[in-house]
């Protein structure tokens, strides 16, 4: 036997008991986008490494530190995606979509950074991304923030806190950068050394530093607030009259700048205390400049990003009831010469119900061993064919998880049958 091959440091499989999580928080966020009318895009994994240089910035950790980059056989250097944004700016100018006018749309994907891998955090994960283009004012903004809440309700999440900023002008970002710089520079000594190297780079950057005693500096920064310009002011101000008036708790937090060089004015984060460090769920803003900056035309955009793997745990947390996914119907085929009318009755119920869930015992078996298969798939009935019910033209019915006598089936009436009694077809 060989030497077992295992998985690839912070990458991990979902198994079966765990996939109704998935499933529930997949089926409702299609849900939840196409109420708001927006529409599924997808993007490839791998992109040009240079896409996420010019978009995420050459000082933030991802570009620095975590992309995992290669250069293939015909030399063109390549990255697995860190995140969705960049590359469905670069897919909506490929394809000439802006000069559609205004887009909305959202994708759903893994994606890939060399992390310390850790509980939440993880080198394969997966996100859902949204997305909007071509829209100036607030309310985008406000809708963004609304979608993602109502998305958690949906869920039956709670205990989410939305904390927001304003990043400004790229002009008025810049002025506060040097006020950074020099207020850090005082400080340069007693600064960590990643905070001394943002230091040159990106000042900004220092703010997320979570180191405790540059925190402690970090307690004392300017704030971004006072370098924003009157633009950017009303602009966030609009922003937190929507969401009052929609009923939306948020907390203005000053220091949040969030880590992509390409964000400017909204920025915010919806964070929870059930997951530990990895406090943040979703988060996003607004990057006005980046699909010119990729190369289109200039045009405002707005996007944020849901960790799926966070979310999980959160329901998983918050609903420990979710289970796989279960078959409703288990057939039963006792005897030789029943395997070919049992695939033909199984095909002729999934034609009748296509939303009907059935499992059909293969590999043979003793009655009582194929009845302990059944009740250990979690089937509702059992559904029972023998030769001698093969001869008549009938099928035994047997509830598995309810108080009902078995009965006996024609083959004629069985599909009805198992309508009534599982609900099938009734909305």
């Excluded at 950790?61 to 670069?90: C, N, Y």
């Excluded at 955009?301 to 966070?310: H, K, L, N, T, V």
């Amino acid at each position: 036997m060989g030497k077992i091959i295992e998985p690839l440091r912070g990458v991990h499989d979902v198994l079966p008991e765990k996939v109704a999580a998935w499933q529930l928080l997949e089926r409702i966020t299609r849900e939840v986008f196409a109420g708001y009318g927006y529409e599924e895009f997808r993007v490839p994994v791998i992109e040009q490494t240079q896409l996420f240089k010019r978009s995420i910035g050459d000082f933030t950790d991802i570009v620095e530190k975590e992309m995992f980059s290669f250069v293939d056989q015909g030399e063109d250097h390549i990255t697995l995606r860190p995140e969705a944004t960049a590359g469905i700016v670069r897919a909506m100018i490929s394809n000439g979509l802006l000069r559609e006018g205004r887009l909305r749309v959202w994708c759903m994907g893994p994606m890939f950074r060399r992390e310390r891998p850790q509980a939440g955090r993880y080198r394969q994960f997966h996100q859902i991304d949204a997305e909007a283009f071509g829209f100036e004012g607030p309310d985008i903004d406000a809708e963004m923030i609304l979608l993602s809440a109502r998305l958690f309700r949906r869920l039956g999440l709670t205990g989410l806190k939305l904390c927001l900023n304003s990043l400004g002008t790229p002009a008025a970002r810049a002025a506060y950068r040097d006020r950074l710089a020099a207020y850090f520079g005082t400080h340069e000594s007693s600064l960590d050394e990643d905070s001394k190297r943002r230091l040159q780079g990106n000042p900004l950057r220092i703010l997320d530093s979570k180191n405790a005693s540059t925190q402690r500096i970090v307690a004392g920064a300017p704030l971004l607030a006072d370098s924003l310009d009157a633009e950017s002011k009303a602009h966030f101000e609009g922003l937190c009259a929507h969401l009052r008036s929609a009923g939306i708790e948020y907390h203005v937090e000053p220091h949040l700048v969030r880590g992509l060089d390409y964000y400017t004015r909204t920025v915010f984060e919806w964070t929870t205390d059930a997951l530990g460090s990895q406090s943040t769920v979703c988060a996003g803003g607004r990057y006005d400049g980046l699909v010119a900056q990729l190369g289109g035309a200039a045009t405002p955009g707005i996007g944020w990003a849901m960790g799926q793997e966070r979310i999980v745990m959160l329901l998983e947390k918050q609903e420990p009831g979710l289970v796989r996914e279960q078959p409703q119907v288990y057939l039963v085929l006792v005897g030789e010469g029943t395997e070919a009318a049992g695939f033909k009755l199984a095909e002729q119920l999934r034609d009748a119900w296509p939303s009907l869930k059935l499992q059909i015992n293969l590999g043979g078996g003793s009655f009582k061993t194929q009845f302990k298969r059944a009740d250990k798939s979690g089937a509702q009935f059992a559904v029972v064919l023998g030769d001698d019910e093969r001869a008549r033209e009938v099928v035994a019915l047997k509830a598995l998880r309810r108080e009902m006598p078995q009965e006996e089936c024609a083959f004629s009436q069985i599909s009805e049958r198992l309508g009534v009694l599982l609900g099938l077809g009734i909305s």
